[in-house]
């Protein structure tokens, strides 16, 4: 199988396991209502930011790492794991302990979901080994099926109490599920090794700049949901989420293209040259995108989540502005730590942030979620631009020929 149809083969399933997640947040809004589902989106931002620092960015470079290797590193991915792990235990403690003594009407939800940030910390690890290995169709049909598990837990959830916990409760069992499957998919793959302190010192002190390059570009996507809890009020997040949640799931194909090349663009850098061509062809569907939203976004608006959703059609159109150079930052970060250029990232990821963080300051007080929208789009301009400058500048871009992705931008390589 090519690398292209690697790539369709898992955008395909990707995609189906994001849109079953997608369904199960609209029908959560729907039935919850603007401000107990604005309580669940709460806390999913909050574990979210906490699933990034549990990481600590050691799943890209594990990745990075087991792709250019011959052979599985088994004492690297279990201490790296392990490494996760104790993150993500001690964050799912600090987080219940806090909410406990400043929020108590969202400790409970904290307490079911914030479980992720656990079983996410092996699950991870899992999904690098997979990629790795040229399995990532294999992955994407294994989300679906985790994701089957979330929506039959979900509709069960939701039937017989409606509440922002036991939504929260039906994604920790859909994640539970999805290791499972994962960890007895990988089982011929992944081999047993004991953890070394040793490597996970190692491993840490390089993983760094992963970590707050993921860090930062994560929070000036998603701290304009807890500037607008602390600013607003839950209604107010609970419409934003929703507008929020039609550009994730826009963003599947970049995603896909992102996580299926990433370990080819690892071994070879000259395969990175090419991302312009990719780059254009995102482009190109993001504009197209754009437009769709632009004209249908307050009618898809009413449609999915409902009319009780005042403002959301209108914050859909005014992300919808952010959607093109969105789908050319998806890329360019993973093009950007295949060629070692973390620190960059870093860089140009906290110029992003400063720039959400002091919009969202300014224009959420007077304009609500529609100031949070327009922070959000001025800051993934502020990210493509600097990645342009990152990659090779202005000069390069210019030099861009219109040609079919399939045989330039996405060469095949051989099975595995």
Not at 175 to 180: D, N, Q, S, T, Y
Not at 392 to 398: E, F
Request: aromatic share 8%; charged share 15%.
């Amino acid at each position: 199988m090519t690398m292209l149809r690697r790539g369709i083969a898992f955008f395909a399933a990707d995609a189906t396991a994001r849109a079953i997640a997608f369904v199960v947040l609209v029908a959560a809004a729907r039935v919850l209502g603007p401000a107990e589902f604005g309580r669940f989106a709460f806390v999913y931002a909050v574990v979210a930011i906490g699933l990034l620092l549990a990481d600590f960015g050691l799943t890209p470079l594990v990745l990075r790492q087991l792709s250019r290797s011959d052979r599985f590193d088994a004492r690297l991915f279990w201490s790296a794991a392990g490494v996760n792990v104790v993150i993500g235990a001690s964050l799912y403690l600090t987080l219940v302990l806090v909410l406990s003594a400043s929020s108590r009407a969202d400790v409970g939800v904290a307490s079911v979901y914030g479980l992720v940030l656990v079983v996410q910390a092996v699950a991870t690890s899992i999904d690098a080994a997979l990629l790795a290995s040229g399995k990532a169709p294999l992955l994407g049909t294994l989300r679906v099926a985790g994701n089957v598990v979330l929506a039959l837990t979900a509709t069960l959830a939701l039937l017989i109490s409606p509440s922002a916990v036991s939504v929260g409760a039906a994604f920790t069992a859909g994640a539970i599920a999805k290791l499972l499957l994962t960890a007895l998919a990988s089982r011929n793959i992944v081999t047993w090794a004991r953890p070394s302190a040793k490597v996970a010192v190692v491993l840490l002190r390089r993983s760094a700049p992963f970590a707050l390059a993921a860090l930062v570009s994560f929070l000036y996507f998603r701290i304009d949901i807890i500037f607008l809890r602390i600013l607003a009020d839950a209604r107010t997040v609970g419409e934003y989420a929703a507008a929020y949640r039609v550009l994730d799931a826009l963003i599947l194909a970049p995603a896909a293209i992102a996580y299926t090349f990433f370990p080819r663009w690892s071994r070879d850098r000259r395969v990175g040259h090419d991302f312009a061509y990719v780059a254009v062809t995102l482009i190109t569907l993001g504009v197209v995108a754009a437009v769709g939203l632009a004209i249908f976004g307050p009618r898809l608006s009413d449609l999915v989540f409902g009319t009780s959703f005042g403002t959301t059609g209108d914050v859909i159109r005014i992300l919808a502005l952010g959607v093109p150079v969105l789908f050319f930052d998806v890329v360019a970060v993973w093009i950007a730590y295949s060629r070692g250029r973390e620190r960059g990232v870093v860089i140009v990821s906290a110029v992003a942030l400063v720039t959400n963080v002091a919009l969202n300051l300014l224009l959420i007080p007077s304009h609500g979620a529609a100031g949070a929208a327009i922070a959000t789009v001025v800051s993934e301009c502020v990210n493509g631009l600097g990645y342009v400058v990152l990659l090779g500048g202005l000069s390069s871009l210019s030099r861009i020929k219109l040609v079919p992705v399939a045989r330039v931008a996405l060469p095949p390589v051989d099975d595995r």
